[in-house]
C-alpha cells in the first residue's frame, strides 16, 4: 500500500495568491482529516469528511479555507487569498470508520506552505 | 475528549527501553489511549493504543493502570531512529454523539535516544 499521498511536498507562493493542496487517502479508507502543524499550535484538526460528506469544519480559521472531497480516494484543502499567517505545514490523514468505531489515523508525509 | 499530561522531553540511551509516562486523570470509561509519535519532517505515526487491558505489538508495549488514569508506552530497546514527538491521546471510539473521530494532539514528549 502506497499510504496516504500528498502533493504538492512543497509550495511557495505569495501572498494573495491561491494554493491548492491535494491528497489521496488509503485504498478502503472512509474518513479523511485535513491538519495544520505550526511552531506556535501544534497539530490542529481542521476538517474531516466521513464517507465524502464534510463532518465537521469548526477548525478551519477562516472562509479563506475550504475543503472537497468529491470522491473517496481525492481531497482538496484550497486557501484563496494566501496570507504569511497560512505558512505551515499541512497534513492529510486517512481512517476506516464504521457506524460504531472509528479506527487508527494514517498521516500523508505533509505539505510545506510557505507564504511570502 | 479527556486532556492528558506527558513531560516536556526525556533522554535515553541507545538500547535500552525507553518509559514514557501519560498522566489522563479525566479519562472516562468508553475513551482509548493512544499512542503517535513524529519524527522530524514526518506525519505522525500511529503505534499503539488500548482501554483497560495492556497491549504489546511489534513497535511498542502499553501498560495502563488500572484505575486508567496513567500509562507507560514503552520502546524495549530503543534505537537513534526513536528519536520523534511522542503523543499520548485519549480518543473515544464509539458511536454515539461524542464521537468525532477527532484526534487533539497536545505537545507531547519529545525523546532524544543518545548513542
Known amino acids: 500500500d502506497a499510504g496516504v499521498i500528498q502533493s504538492p511536498r512543497h509550495e511557495v507562493t505569495e501572498m494573495g495568491q491561491e494554493v491548492t493542496l491535494r491528497c489521496k487517502p488509503i485504498?478502503?479508507?472512509?474518513?479523511l482529516f485535513w491538519y495544520r502543524q505550526t511552531m506556535m499550535r501544534g497539530l490542529e484538526l481542521l476538517i474531516y469528511f466521513n464517507n465524502n460528506v464534510p463532518i465537521d469544519d469548526s477548525g478551519m480559521p477562516e472562509d479563506r479555507f475550504s475543503a472537497k472531497m468529491p470522491n473517496a480516494s481525492f481531497s482538496t484543502l484550497k486557501i484563496q487569498p494566501s496570507e504569511p499567517r497560512d505558512s505551515a505545514v499541512y497534513f492529510c490523514a486517512s481512517s476506516f470508520t464504521t457506524g460504531a468505531k472509528s479506527y487508527e489515523q494514517y498521516f500523508g508525509p505533509g505539505t510545506r506552505l510557505t507564504v511570502t | 475528549d479527556a486532556k492528558t499530561t506527558q513531560p516536556t522531553s526525556m533522554d535515553c540511551a541507545e538500547g535500552r527501553a525507553a518509559n514514557l509516562p501519560c498522566n489522563h486523570s479525566t479519562i472516562s470509561g468508553n475513551e482509548y489511549v493512544y499512542w503517535y509519535r513524529q519524527i522530524h519532517s514526518q506525519g505522525p505515526q500511529y503505534i499503539i493504543h488500548?482501554?483497560?487491558n495492556n497491549e504489546t505489538n511489534e513497535m511498542a508495549s502499553l501498560i495502563i493502570t488500572e484505575d486508567r488514569k496513567s500509562s507507560t508506552l514503552i520502546l524495549p530497546h530503543a534505537t537513534l531512529r526513536d528519536t520523534a514527538v511522542y503523543y499520548c491521546i485519549v480518543f473515544r471510539r464509539g458511536a454515539g454523539s461524542g464521537n468525532t473521530g477527532k484526534l487533539i494532539f497536545g505537545q507531547g514528549t519529545t525523546l532524544q535516544v543518545k548513542p
Open positions: 485504498s478502503g479508507h472512509n474518513s
Open positions: 488500548g482501554l483497560k
